[in-house]
């Protein structure tokens, strides 16, 4: 007999993990440890926020927070970046493999308190002091002036009056007497925490008779123009009267012309580069002035010409110095082209050390022409955009001097004398009417070339050659787009400042590295660059990136000069290898922190995050590679999880070439590693 047919209908619903043991641990200054345990393994998603932040829910901490792999297990999460003495609360989610989420778990924790440093008297200011006032009248100072805090807490003061127990005291303490003789005062220090042990003791002695009154100083400085120096007179604070003895010598091809005072004063001869000079009853400034009228036997019978191509194709005499050392072409505006580039030749000259160009500085303070001046000397050619000084203000009307010396050894450092070797070693220096001016210019690099001959081992391995600059501390920089050129014969390269250049030789051995890899040839060229180091005798290329990783070899790959000036910068920003960086990428607005002024410099990049800082970086640098295929962005299979923010980026990196993906995607979300980025970056050399 037949049976009756049975249908069964099952839901499924997707387990969500299961957090549990969390809990922070070896909480420092600016981070901790966050730990959790999952019981599914999946994509964890997190958020530190100040403890009294309101609380995301799910959908925003997946918006907005951090993701990263998770384990089934055990789990850690590195926090750093974060405020000293601060409460955080961290807001942790796992989205398993089966798709659901788990509940949000919330770790608390409280980074730690810095230890005081008690306040201390200045150095600079010595333990006892004596002053004489009249009988009522009062005696004064500011104690700001004598204390400091390392810690800048705000401080507070005491005094003990003549031994008597110590009492409280305004900053700008005031102590009139009221009977003659020495009062003894002792003053201390408190920054909220503890008492300074240094004391500052003054003894003020009342008198019944007025001192006599001293008499007024005021300052005078002695300052020189362009072409000469000062021989005798120096800066001081002297007395209405005083009778000075000042002297100025020129320069080769300059005369003295006056003496001039900003104040009143008054020189007894100020034609008269040996003078003196009266102090008025008021602070001045007394500059010795030059006027250029050229060396008085340049050009004769020097017998050479420059050929120049512009405007005009015509000849121009070279001028040599008294020395016979130094070369001069000089030119006037109606030789220079702006509808093409002006080309001047000069040929090697025997004994000749530097080649100067002396030009209308207007020439090269354009702005929208795009032209440029070729100087080519037997020493090097230079190409000097139209705009190379666009950046500097007032050019018009001065005389611009680009002179390319040959340059020894001796004015090298010792690290950059061994890079050296016996390979050419050039200056490149820029004048401004006689002034000779530190020129940098972040958006227009001038391109160098300087003739060279490799080694028969040089040329087994044409790559290894590279370009160095030596800093204005005396420190070796690699300049990253320097190579050889065997077409031309010379080694070229670009430059955005104008220092010592000389050619080294660098045939590097990374260890477990090879040109198979999809990343070794990018990884040695890094190395040889130095734009990576080595860390525990590897140069890490599966190394996640952090974001001042990525700063550093930006900078580092695009030869961006740094400044020691480090005021204006990130508060985070405390690492002594990085801190100079950090601060020149904020300068140019290559970034602006992640807000509140904080870069978060430990914290790791998304391969989104990286392209968009690289492309904002090019942008200032008016380095934007050219279209070289045409890919789009929508050839790649998770093109849409790139945020909005980001495309452009990936757009004209894909279309420049720089960018290739891997298996047809991006993963913009993901972690970027040291190998990704300089790959990007080795690519972009390339083109």
């Not at 050419?424 to 060279?452: C, F, H, R, S």
Request: glycine share 6%; net charge negative.
């Amino acid at each position: 007999m037949p049976g009756n047919a049975v249908s069964i209908n099952a839901d499924f619903t997707a387990i969500p993990p299961v957090l549990s043991l969390q809990s922070a641990s070896a909480v420092t200054l600016f981070g901790a440890t966050l730990n959790y345990t999952s019981d599914m393994a999946g994509t964890v998603y997190y958020q530190i926020l100040a403890s009294d932040a309101p609380a995301p829910d799910i959908s925003a901490l997946r918006l907005s927070g951090v993701a990263a792999g998770a384990l089934a297990g055990a789990n850690q999460i590195i926090a750093s970046g974060l405020l000293s003495s601060s409460s955080y609360k961290a807001y942790i989610m796992v989205r398993g493999t089966t798709g659901a989420d788990s509940a949000i778990t919330v770790i608390s924790f409280t980074t730690l308190t810095p230890s005081n440093t008690i306040p201390n008297r200045k150095v600079s200011v010595t333990g006892t002091y004596s002053e004489t006032v009249t009988v009522n009248n009062p005696f004064s100072l500011n104690l700001n002036d004598i204390f400091e805090d390392a810690d800048l807490d705000p401080l507070t003061y005491t005094v003990s009056i003549a031994g008597a127990a110590k009492i409280a005291a305004a900053a700008n303490y005031t102590y009139t007497p009221a009977i003659a003789g020495d009062t003894v005062l002792v003053f201390k220090a408190n920054d909220g925490t503890a008492e300074s042990t240094d004391t500052y003791t003054v003894t003020v002695t009342a008198a019944d008779v007025p001192p006599l009154p001293l008499v007024p100083l005021y300052q005078f400085n002695i300052s020189v123009g362009p072409g000469g120096s000062i021989t005798a007179g120096f800066n001081n604070t002297i007395s209405e009267g005083t009778r000075l003895g000042i002297s100025a010598t020129p320069n080769s091809g300059y005369v003295f012309l006056r003496w001039v005072s900003t104040g009143r004063g008054e020189f007894i001869d100020s034609s008269n580069p040996s003078t003196t000079f009266i102090m008025p009853s008021e602070d001045v400034i007394v500059t010795a002035e030059f006027i250029y009228i050229g060396d008085l036997d340049e050009g004769l019978d020097s017998g050479y010409s420059a050929s120049i191509r512009g405007a005009l194709e015509t000849m121009c005499p070279v001028i040599i110095d008294s020395s016979g050392f130094m070369a001069n072409i000089e030119t006037s505006d109606d030789v220079f082209n702006n509808d093409d580039n002006t080309v001047i030749d000069v040929s090697e000259i025997p004994n000749v050390l530097s080649y100067s160009l002396s030009l209308p500085a207007q020439n090269l303070s354009n702005r929208t022409n795009g032209k440029k001046v070729l100087f080519n000397s037997p020493i090097a050619k230079i190409e000097l955009p139209d705009n190379m000084l666009s950046n500097l203000q007032d050019t018009h009307g001065q005389k611009a001097v680009i002179t390319i010396k040959k340059a020894g050894k001796n004015d090298l450092s010792d690290k950059m004398a061994k890079i050296a070797g016996v390979r050419p070693i050039i200056q490149l220096t820029l004048m401004l009417d006689g002034q000779e001016i530190k020129w940098e210019n972040p958006e227009v690099p001038v391109q160098v070339a300087i003739p060279y001959v490799p080694t028969e081992q040089e040329l087994l391995n044409p790559d290894a050659i590279t370009v160095w600059a030596q800093n204005d501390s005396g420190e070796a920089e690699c300049v990253i787009n320097g190579r050889y050129d065997p077409l031309t014969g010379t080694v070229t390269f670009k430059t955005r400042y104008f220092q010592y250049f000389t050619i080294g030789y660098d045939e590097k051995d990374i260890n477990g590295i090879n040109d198979g890899m999809w990343y070794g040839k990018a990884m040695k060229f890094a190395a040889i660059h130095d734009i990576i180091k080595k860390t525990d005798d590897t140069y890490s290329p599966y190394e996640e990136l952090s974001r001042q990783q990525l700063v550093v070899i930006m900078l580092k790959a695009y030869n961006i000069p740094l400044n020691d000036d480090i005021s204006d910068n990130f508060t985070d920003a405390v690492n002594t290898d990085t801190i100079r960086y950090l601060a020149k990428a904020r300068k140019l607005g290559i970034s602006k922190g992640i807000g509140d002024n904080m870069f978060n410099p430990d914290g790791k990049v998304s391969r989104q995050e990286m392209i968009t800082m690289l492309y904002r970086m090019l942008m200032i640098l008016n380095e934007l590679p050219p279209m070289a295929n045409a890919r789009q962005l929508t050839d790649f299979y998770d093109y849409e999880s790139i945020a909005p923010w980001a495309k452009e980026a990936f757009e004209v990196l894909i279309q420049a070439g720089a960018i290739n993906g891997s298996n047809g995607n991006l993963y913009p979300t993901s972690i970027a590693t040291k190998a990704e980025f300089v790959q990007i970056i080795y690519n972009l050399m390339k083109k």
